[in-house]
Nanobody, 127 residues
Framework: QVQLVESGGGLVQPGSSLTLSCAASGDTLRNYHIGWFRQAPGKEREGIGCITVKSNTTSYADSVKGRFTISRDNAKNTVYLRMNTLEPEDTALYYC????????????????????WGRGTQVTVSS
């Protein structure tokens, strides 16, 4: 069973960048399909990106495509979410989630497809 801990959130100005980390313990993260989700107050949890097991292929929601990048560092057992050109609309609690082995594309953005979750890290974009 894998445990996940997110870090790297904070308060930043519009246009800034942040890198979130999702550090794992208890198992090897490279065997898990990893998703990044976020949830703003009063809104549903939104899937924003994920990275596969077999080919490390990344996929992104339209709301973040071209601005956010997901990567793995297997040596550190960590997955990263690099966020550029942040907007006030990106303000949310950000979570990483994991499921053992790959899942089918239709389930990428479904929180119920993921078995393990971190507690989240807050990102606030404000001037």
């Amino acid at each position: 069973q894998v445990q996940l801990v997110e870090s790297g959130g904070g308060l930043v100005q519009p246009g800034s960048s942040l890198t979130l980390s999702c550090a794992a313990s208890g198992d090897t993260l490279r065997n898990y399909h990893i998703g990044w989700f976020r949830q703003a107050p009063g809104k549903e949890r939104e899937g924003i990106g994920c990275i596969t097991v077999k080919s490390n292929t990344t996929s992104y929601a339209d709301s973040v495509k071209g601005r956010f990048t997901i990567s793995r560092d297997n040596a550190k057992n960590t997955v990263y979410l690099r966020m550029n050109t942040l907007e006030p609309e990106d303000t949310a609690l950000y979570y990483c989630a994991a499921v053992f082995q790959d899942i089918d594309i239709p389930y990428y953005w479904n929180p119920k497809a993921y078995d393990y979750w971190g507690r989240g890290t807050q990102v606030t974009v404000s001037s």
